[in-house]
């Protein structure tokens, strides 16, 4: 527990990754789902080799009206 609630533990997969064919979980999502944990890595400004991304995180939605 982290300040008294649930652990949350989250998986993502990098876009383009050939191990991703590979992946147990992975491949148990149905292909038209895959996207919500594929992110696409891009390079920095910082001309080191970095790499960043956008990886939103929904924990619940409120219902409509």
Same mark, same amino acid.
């Given at each position: 527990? @982290? ?6 533990? &989250?998986? %993502?997969?990098? /876009? $383009?990754?050939?191990?991703?064919? +590979?992946?147990? %979980? ?11 944990? &594929? =992110?696409?890595? +891009? /390079?920095?400004? $910082?001309?080191?080799? +970095? %790499?960043? /991304?956008?990886?939103? @995180? =929904? %924990?619940? /939605?409120?219902?409509?009206?």
């Amino acid at each position: 527990m @982290i300040a008294g609630g649930p652990l949350f533990v &989250t998986q %993502l997969y990098v /876009a $383009g990754d050939p191990r991703n064919a +590979e992946d147990f %979980l992975y491949r148990r999502l149905p292909a038209e789902r895959r996207h919500l944990v &594929t =992110v696409p890595f +891009e /390079a920095t400004d $910082g001309g080191q080799a +970095e %790499l960043a /991304a956008r990886f939103d @995180i =929904v %924990l619940g /939605a409120a219902p409509a009206g």
